[in-house]
């Protein structure tokens, strides 16, 4: 068994509406996993179906080899979750939430480990809910997932009411995470964060998958962004494969498609460079080409 | 409106608010005022039709104004009209309904708004600070203007007189004004929704302690204490008895004094924060919150509390009123004819017992429906996902839930046995020649009988459970239908003369009537196979469908 979450062809709709159109998905065991795509795409649809709140209409879904819907419970106890609007009991605090869900999962957390996350991640355990900012609820959320000794950690847009420093706690315990040979479902629309993280990627757009692959491959599908100052003005005008030229007397701006690096930095360098940047794209850059005009059709690497 | 004036930079965006509370209470705000309507006027109607003559009327004024267990539940009685008798027995009871209705309504727009962070999305739109709470206090103002103008036209139809029907009408929205004024108070005070109705609630249940001992007192007692409390205000306007018109201008006097504390208080406190401190809690759980079970009990407890508390002190003092019953019943003569051929005063008394016990288990049916619906809610909100993303599957989760209610219902309904056996025992155990005996038998014979009313409860529960499972979207209004339908049944039905097949439809029609009535074991067995069955059913269902 090597693969953690195994999705092919899923299809669910809510009355007339398709939320999810064929969607495949493939986490593999001890890697963390990003799984990206606006609002409405779908995400949280196949995680519910994931964790058997929601029957699928068609395609398959396998969590941690078995079937998310009959086996729920019993595959509950291994995974740990975050949901992406975390909602809480108000009138219980959040160290009895952290113990109620461990206990729930068959797990009770190791009082060490829940005590070090919670430092971590600065919580006030006696508090009520009902007194928590999104933040807080956010991080209560979070010390149960990972205090757990869960296989899997599915969490559904984590950081989200986080500040910039508990962010990168948490990205420093999914890194942990990893180390231990957990595996890891993020979804996200936070492309730092998944660019960060995630050993893989996978992109959805309207309910279906759109790529999917390492980050590696993914750039390599897409073009290059080059920024350059040059000794003088230069001739582009035959060259193939570059798009959203702009100069500036003696500054270029473009991006290229990765084949045709060559030509244009040999190009460069005749005319003298000054300074030079090449970088790969975002995935804010990629992101936006794959939703914005283009909108190609379904296509899917490695 | 000409609130979007510079001087009133605070109340920007009221009169939007406003319409947007009165939209978001379009049903429940005429329900409230529609029930409230309705119970006055039907009880003006049954005292027209029980006692016709003023001499009938006169004598039960005599037993039932004399009674102190009657005067603690209902307050004093002035005259004895219809009119006179209509406000002793409901009056202050309506007023109460008025009150709560205005609680809810005040803090469903403030405080809840604000805790359920909708209140910063309208803020931050041009919509001043007080804003939410002067929409709020005005769509009270609205139900309770509602409520006078449909108890003018309803009450007079009943035959009452114009002039008291309106100084009844004035008295019960001028009490829902002044809790206006306490519940805008304890939505600035406290931190929560639930604080903030915690402790509006609190002034209402002391409001009602204050004058049930005002009233019940005897010659030399602090009779003055109804003066105390803005529902002894309500039976001291003598609405049928002479009307003390200015009795009015001290609801509106605490309604003033209130609002302008809750003003005051909110143009100094942060959003979100409240004056009195959240107590900090454990901050680990306990060894008792391991499982759904743990949580449902965990969650259900405060509320389960209260009602077991509420129920103790209701069916104590309405349990030692039976002792008085015989005599109050007789003074209408057409039913002092039948009660005698029926086996005289201990056959009257246990009418009246049965009766009341027939409440608890409405009660306790009630209480479990609400507890049952719990799981739609958190199905809604958002709290089922943690939960059932855990081991515990949706069975353990459900079955927790209904068990939680059911166990619940037999605590209230034990209370209520015991607390009225009590009640009953202590005031005859002196010996009066009634033939029944102390505290501790009647105790004994009472809690039986309120547990005899458990299988019909848990049919009610097990009805909201199968509406859950089945029709998700339905359930809450569904199951509160349900136990509407089968309170109205039980209450009227007989009255109304309904055919047996509707009376049949109500698990309490199949309840023995106890103490007194026949007891068979088939229809208590019935009524579990039922129970059982409509449970299982919700519970499959809930395990087959799509959650959310």
Redesign the interface.
Known sequence: MTNAIEVHALAKSFGRTKALDGLDLTVRTGEVHAFLGPNGAGKTTTIRILLGLLRKDGGTASLLGGDPWRDAAALHARLGYVPGDVTLWPNLTGGEIIDLLGRLRGHPPDAQRKQALIERFALDPAKKARAYSKGNRQKVALIAALASDAELLILDEPTSGLDPLMEAVFRDCVGDERRRGRTVLLSSHILAEAEALADRVTIIRDGRTAETGTLAQLRHLTRISVDAELAGPVSLGNLAGLHAVHMDGPRLHCEADPAALNDLLRCLTETGVVTLTCRPPTLEELFLRLYSSERPTARATG | MTLHTPGHAGLAGTAVITRLALRRDRIMLPAWVYLITAGLASTAYTFRKLYPTAAARAAFAVTGGGNPALRFLYGRLYGSSTGALTAWRYGIWAAIFGALMTIFIVIRHTRAEE?AGRQELLGSAVVGRQAALTAGLLAAATANLALIVLLCLALPLTGLPAAGSVALALAIAASGLAFAGVAAVAAQLA??A?GARGLAFGVLGAAFVLRAIGDSAGPGGPAWLSWASPLGWVELTRPFGGPRWWVLALFLGLAAAGTGVAYALAARRDYGAGLLP?R???????RW????L??AW??QR?TLGGWAGGVACVFAVSGAAAKGIGSLLGSSTALRDEFTRLGGQTAITSAYLAALIGLAGLAAAGYATAAVVQLRAAET???A??????????LRWGLSQLAVAVAGATVLLAVAGLAAGLGYGLRTGTGTGTGTGAAGPQAARLLGAALAQLPAAAVVAAAAMALVGLWPGGAVAGAWTVLGAVVAIDLFGQALGLSHWLLDVSPFTHAPRLPGGPVSAAPLLWLTVAAVALGAVGLAALR?????
């Not at chain 2, 900090?280 to 306990?286: D, H, I, L, M, Y």
């Not at chain 2, 919150?289 to 759904?292: A, E, T, W």
């Not at chain 2, 996902?385 to 949706?394: C, F, K, S």
């Open positions: 805790e931190s929560g639930r959240d900090p809690g454990r901050p680990a759980a306990s919150l391991r499982g759904p743990g949580l965990r969650l405060g909100g958002g709290l996902e943690p939960l059932l993303a855990t081991a515990a599957g949706r087959r469908r799509d959650l959310g």
